[in-house]
């Protein structure tokens, strides 16, 4: 009995692939042996290609660095601008406290209180909503965030002093930074 169906390989691979046929043997030579077509068609020695299946997703460069020395200028002059800010917020902060706690009737009862608390037949007692008034507690945060403006600023520029000289000691601090994915 003759087969008439012709050539039929004896197995197939997954995914009905058929196997390559055999070349005969020749010795292995790596592929930067073999020298780049004309035309630029290949790929230049010494640029990587991904192998099939690697992961192509770039890895986190880190950096490992150390604080060796704080500038007392610069660290001056960033403190003394938070440190406005921070007086800036400090002063808005109390005038609206003063405002929701007028409009709240807070002052006209707590000074009710004190001043029935503090008076006799004589006089009225004291009287607490002319002395917390709107511009005299403005006034007094005022003077409170200027001096907290030249404290910070002193404060800080003396820290980077302190700073640079224990960093000489033992070296500063060490950071590890790392980009983004």
């Not at 709107?134 to 030249?150: H, K, N, Q």
């Amino acid at each position: 009995m003759t087969d008439t169906r012709g050539h039929q390989p004896q197995y197939e691979m997954f995914g009905g692939e058929q196997p390559a046929p055999q070349q005969p043997a020749q010795p292995y030579h790596p592929p930067q042996a073999y020298p780049s077509p004309p035309g630029g068609g290949g790929t230049q020695a010494g640029v990587r290609v991904p192998r099939t299946g690697a992961r192509t997703t770039p890895r986190t460069r880190k950096a490992r660095l150390r604080v060796a020395k704080a500038d007392p200028w610069s660290v001056m002059k960033v403190s003394f601008l938070l440190s406005i800010a921070l007086g800036i917020c400090t002063v808005i902060a109390a005038a609206v406290l003063w405002m929701v706690m007028d409009a709240m009737g807070v002052f006209s009862t707590v000074g009710g209180t004190i001043s029935e608390a503090t008076g006799s037949n004589e006089s009225n007692g004291f009287d607490l909503q002319s002395f917390l008034s709107l511009p005299r507690v403005l006034i007094f945060t005022s003077v409170i965030a200027v001096i907290d403006v030249v404290l910070a600023t002193a404060l800080a520029t003396l820290g980077a002093f302190i700073y640079n000289l224990s960093a000489g000691f033992v070296g500063g601090v060490e950071l590890t930074l790392a980009e983004d994915e």
